[in-house]
C-alpha cells in the first residue's frame, strides 16, 4: 500500500468516526436544520462515535492481527467481542482471542445499537442459526476494514469478505447489491478505479436533494446517500 493510499485510509476512517459521532443525536429527526447541526459541532459538552465506528474498529483489529488470512471467521469472532461490549459493561471478561480493543472503554458506550446486529451477534455467540430478511444500514456501516484489504488480497477477495461479513448479522440479497456499490465507490476514491457501476452512481446526480432518495434505513439507501452527498460537495464540511 502507497503512503498516499494509506493516508487516505486513515482519513477515511476518521472522517467516518467524525460523520458518526456528528450524525448520532440526529439519527432519529426529520428535517434536521442544519444551524442545530453546527451548535452541537461548536458545542463543548463530550461527543461520542456509536456501534457504526466500534463495529468498524472490531473488523479493522481483526484484519490487521489476520493480515492476508483474514476470514468470515475472524471477523465473525470480532464482531462477536463487539457484541460483549454492548451486552456486558465490563472490561474484565476473559474472551477466547482477547483483541485489545476489549480493554478500551470507550467499546463500551452504548449508543443506540442496531437491534439487528445486536440480535444475530447474540444468536452467533449462543451458536444458534441467524435467521432474518432484513436489509437494514447495519450491513454497511462497518465495511471500510474491506477496502483497506484491497492492497493486500485483492478486489475480488475484499469484496467477497465483505459480502460475507454483511451477512453474517443481515440475510436480506439486497445488502450485496449495497455493499457492492460501497466498495466499487471507495475503491474509486481511494484507488481511482473506475467502478463497474459507474452509470448506477453518476445517476444519484439527479436527485435535487438528499431526502429524495429515502430515509437511509436500509443498507441500499444509505450507500445512495453517503454516495450522493459526496458526489453533491465540494468540501467536508459541506459534505
Not at 479493522?60 to 470480532?78: C, M, P, R
Not at 436500509?218 to 446517500?225: F, G, P
Request: charged share 20%; proline share 3%; glycine share 6%.
Amino acid at each position: 500500500m502507497t503512503t498516499n493510499t494509506n493516508e487516505k485510509i486513515s482519513m477515511a476512517l476518521w472522517t467516518s468516526a467524525l460523520g458518526d459521532t456528528i450524525g448520532d443525536p440526529f439519527e432519529f429527526d426529520h428535517g434536521i436544520d442544519p444551524s442545530d447541526v453546527k451548535s452541537f459541532i461548536n458545542s463543548t459538552e463530550p461527543i461520542w462515535f456509536t456501534d457504526d465506528t466500534q463495529m468498524t474498529l472490531f473488523g479493522l483489529e481483526a484484519v490487521q492481527n489476520h493480515g492476508t488470512n483474514t476470514s468470515v471467521g475472524d471477523i465473525e469472532k470480532a464482531y462477536v467481542c463487539w457484541y460483549y461490549t454492548q451486552s456486558y459493561p465490563s472490561t474484565d471478561h476473559e474472551f477466547f482471542e482477547k483483541p485489545s480493543l476489549l480493554s478500551e472503554e470507550l467499546m463500551y458506550r452504548r449508543r443506540a445499537p442496531g437491534l439487528t446486529c445486536l440480535s444475530a451477534l447474540n444468536r452467533i455467540s449462543a451458536c444458534m442459526t441467524v435467521e432474518n430478511d432484513s436489509k437494514g444500514c447495519g450491513s454497511v456501516m462497518r465495511l471500510l476494514p474491506f477496502v483497506y484489504m484491497i492492497d493486500k488480497v485483492g478486489y475480488d477477495r475484499a469484496e467477497i469478505l465483505a459480502m460475507q461479513s454483511g451477512y453474517l448479522t443481515h440475510k436480506h440479497d439486497e445488502n450485496d447489491h449495497a455493499i457492492r456499490l460501497y466498495m466499487e465507490f471507495a475503491t474509486m476514491c481511494l484507488y481511482n478505479r473506475i467502478p463497474k457501476s459507474q452509470t448506477q452512481i453518476t445517476e444519484l446526480l439527479k436527485y435535487n436533494s438528499i431526502d429524495q432518495i429515502g430515509a437511509g434505513w436500509t443498507a441500499m439507501e444509505c450507500v445512495e446517500m453517503a454516495i450522493w452527498s459526496v458526489l453533491s460537495s465540494h468540501s467536508l464540511e459541506e459534505c
